[in-house]
């Protein structure tokens, strides 16, 4: 009953570097979804994935992508980490057409 | 601008006393209204949503939360609060155009005092 995973769990880099942020979701849900969470800003949406081979930006996609790799797996990339990104990150999933219902643990990303 | 909002940042309560938390709603047409909680440390988990029908919605954890139309609000509510009710309660919205996009607010930290 392992729900959504999320890896890693913690992760700091250096401004300039590349990262992928692992999700990966065993419920066979279509719909996948990440969102960065900053104190007192609640949780913004990224990019989302409404079904298998579909990918829609959200409220800040700036400095990110995505790949909907088959069904259970949904990746983030930044691919030149900025200070700006320092951030926890979570991935959430649900049925075709639903809100999120199910997240992650979360990816504690600092950028230095 | 579409928007939703908790005003209130931080709430203390004493175990056993009742909760209420206030969640307002700015959209051109009623959205769909989600209340969800994080636990320290851990990711969110849906306590309720309201799409249409009977006003008064009733939750997981025994939270219930009333759509008041002529308000725009959203109130989450809890009879009786336990220790473990303690953490970050968040308020969300979607459009009815596109569900896929929904939007939280900032949060509620709620404290429980034995």
């Known amino acids: 009953n392992a729900g959504v995973t999320q890896t890693p769990k913690f992760q700091v880099l250096k401004t300039g570097q590349s990262m992928t942020l692992q999700c990966a979701q065993d419920m066979n849900h279509n719909s996948m979804y990440w969102y960065r969470q900053d104190p007192g800003m609640g949780l913004r949406l990224i990019y989302y994935s409404a079904s298998e081979g579909t990918t829609d930006k959200g409220e800040v996609p700036n400095g990110y992508n995505v790949s909907r790799l088959n069904k259970r797996e949904f990746s983030l990339r930044l691919e030149s980490a900025a200070p700006s990104q320092t951030s926890v990150y979570f991935c959430?999933?649900?049925?075709?057409?639903?809100?999120?219902?199910?997240f992650g643990d979360g990816t504690r990303l600092s950028i230095l | 601008a579409q928007s939703v909002t908790q005003p209130d940042i931080h709430i203390t309560v004493s175990e056993g006393a009742s909760l209420e938390l206030r969640c307002n709603y700015s959209?051109?047409?009623?959205?769909?209204l989600f209340w969800y909680v994080q636990s320290p440390g851990q990711g969110l988990q849906l306590l309720l949503k309201?799409?249409?029908?009977?006003?008064l919605v009733q939750g997981i954890k025994g939270f219930e939360a009333e759509f008041k139309r002529s308000q725009s609000s959203f109130n989450l509510r809890k009879p009786s609060v336990h220790w473990s009710d303690a953490a970050e309660y968040f308020c969300?919205?979607?459009?009815?155009?596109?569900?896929?996009?929904?939007?939280f607010g900032a949060g509620t930290t709620v404290t429980v005092r034995a």
């Open positions: 959209y051109g047409a009623t959205p769909y």
């Open positions: 309201y799409f249409s029908g009977d006003t």
């Open positions: 969300a919205v979607v459009p009815r155009s596109n569900d896929y996009k929904l939007s």
């Open positions: 959430a999933s649900s049925e075709y057409g639903r809100q999120p219902q199910h």
